[in-house]
């Protein structure tokens, strides 16, 4: 019995050390925003959808490894983008603002160049600009995330293979404010093609170079568009996975980084819906991985994390014991299209715009009045905020700046959360724990409660990087 007891424990010792150092596929998903909370809605949305209480499973939620990690900075309880990136990529705990190094300003470095050092090859992905806080981290060492020509910058000496998202931030502007050559033209000399749209891309897909793939220079190039506001043809973040794979793939292996970046920017606008369908979305980039896994399930290891938690969600308020999520399929777009339409209808009007006018943008594009019955004081919030904006303060919002948001689109989102019995407490981050899921070549390290700067070591690990 004794001999038996031994035999099993060497075998396991023997399992677990051939898991590790076996992972040569490394997908690193990182859900910017995503706490716990984030994902429980989005199933609990699903399950609504199909007229049931309880959960309709992501698949993300169903990977046999499931834990949570914390996520304070090195200056504070309440990390942001930059220092929880630092620390997912590097392990390495940061000030807030701090891409790609210590609390001493000395740069620390990430898995991505383990895995580059390793002989693997690297891509990194993103929904929104290359140069942002979470992607930053992997690959540039500026002492603030707001550095984005001085980041951007950085991306030649990685010798990363490949590089996705939306586009870049303050291309030709340094963090000083001065004229400067365009980045893309740096990256470029660098030997990368920069390949604007899928079409470019198709055409150059089989060329040997490294890669830069954005959006067309005619799109935004803070982001991708939301999910909830996509139009056919728009890149969406699963397709960019699926093209990160035709790059890397080979018999080397390879590391990459996915965020799903605007979880986060529905969350700070306190956007319920926008927010769950880029959960989802996230959910369909984890898929074609998955796709991938189930090809080499022995040698691939995704893992799935977030940086922290954005708004302070609660699935039920004002001691209402219930949910109404199916009320948000009223919601047809985003805060920001929703300010938008309204905004489009202020110029179209001019100051004649009446509030039956306003009314009509929130009808069509929320379900007011003809889908959804309102409460005298979410009339009158609304009215107001109307009467504020279109009337005693007309001329203060008839130039409306990029990031400014008309007041009833702010309000009627309020509604929104309001009817679907949602409630935010900040329109920052919260110290809220975010899920860690893994499946794959080392999956059993991903176990008890983790903090984000060990995902790297575990990672490292798993790898053998
Ligand atoms: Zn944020």
Redesign the pocket.
Known sequence: MKRLRIIIALLLIVAMSHAAGKAKYVFYFIG??MGVNQVNITEMYLSALKGNIGVENLLMTQFPAFTMATTYSNSSPVT??AASGTALASGTKTYNGAIGVDKDSAAVYSIAVDAKKAGKKVGILTSVSINHATPASFYAHQNYRKMYYEIASDIPASGFDFFAGSGFVSPTLSYDKHEMPDVEQKIKDAGYLVLRGMEQYRKHCGDKAPKVLIQTPDKDQQSLPYAIDRKANDITLADLTRCAIEQLDGKQGFFMMVEGGKI??A??DNDPHTMIREVIDMDSAVRVAYDFYLKHPHETLIVISAD?E?GGLTMARDKIYDLYLTQLLNQHCSLRELSNAIHMTRVSKGEKISYADIQKVLSDKMGFWNKITLTWEQEKKLRDAYEKSFVTDYKRYAKLDEDQIEPVARVANRVMSQVANIGWTTG??TAGYVPVYAIGAGQELFHGRLDNALLPMLIKQAAGY
Request: aromatic residues 8%; without cysteine.
């Open positions: 910017d925003g942001d983008s986060d920017w969350a700070h922290h954005t920052g981050h």
